[in-house]
């Protein structure tokens, strides 16, 4: 499976954008990039996906590059509830015979400061 | 809707006590996924059902059991409870192969 590359925490003002970068280099043509994201107590939650154009929903937007060896999440607006742990995981629609969950790594734990 | 719920919330077993774990979702879903999750580290695939009577192994499928004998619940077992096997389960469900998954609130299993 394509592995991902979170920092490990990032720390942002409340209010703020806030920019989640993940690097992909082994990403094949059918990957997609999924994210998600894990309250403190809670179990993960989607947010948001794409393939190769940049996407955008009410909780987040995807910007994807063109190579697509790496992608960025952002929050537009980041609130004291949107301090989290947030996962990058690679997704493809042929899992080839292989086990269909998700991948999780480490994520990226976000500390928002009111 | 309840979305996916987890049952119970919170166990505590002796080493050798057997219990199951019960996950409903009224989504209509078609697969579902336990996972779990040690402290510190993202969540491993346990087993996984792409229908109702089919089960399959994921990433760490050893000392666990799963039954779906119904569409909308997926039973995970534990038949002979080890130290190890003390973590947090997640339970999630999906419409389609590689679809959004969504998860329940988890089970927080204590094994002394």
């Known amino acids: 499976d394509a592995k991902t590359t979170q920092p490990n925490s990032m720390e942002s003002n409340e209010e703020e954008p806030v920019h ?39 909780m987040a937007s ?23 742990v947030y996962y990058c995981i690679l997704r493809t629609l042929d899992s080839g015979g292989g086990a269909d969950g998700l ?5 990226t734990h976000l500390i928002i400061q009111p | 809707n309840a979305g996916v719920t987890q049952t119970p919330k919170f166990r505590v077993l002796k080493t050798g006590q057997s219990m199951t774990l019960l996950c409903a979702q009224d989504m209509n879903h078609e697969y579902m996924y336990w996972y779990r999750q040690d402290p510190g580290m993202g969540l491993r695939l346990i087993h996984y059902s792409v229908g109702e009577g089919t089960t399959a192994k994921g990433e760490v499928p050893d000392g666990y059991n799963v ?33 959004v998954q969504y998860f329940g609130p988890g089970t927080r299993l204590l094994v002394l």
């Open chain 1, 103 to 107: 991948t999780f790594g480490k994520g």
């Open chain 1, 62 to 84: 995807l910007a994807i590059a063109e190579d697509r060896k790496s992608s960025t999440l952002i929050l537009h607006r980041a609130t004291l509830r949107d301090a989290a």
């Open chain 2, 67 to 99: 039954s779906r004998l119904k569409k909308q619940n997926f039973l995970l077992g534990l038949e002979s409870a080890a130290p190890s096997q003390t973590s947090v389960y997640f339970c999630a469900s999906s419409y389609r192969l590689a679809g």
């Open chain 1, 20 to 58: 989640l970068p993940c690097n992909h280099s082994t990403i094949s043509g059918t990957d997609y990039i999924h994210w998600y994201r894990q309250l403190p107590s809670q179990g993960p939650e989607y947010v948001i996906h794409g393939l190769t154009s940049n996407v955008n929903n009410r």
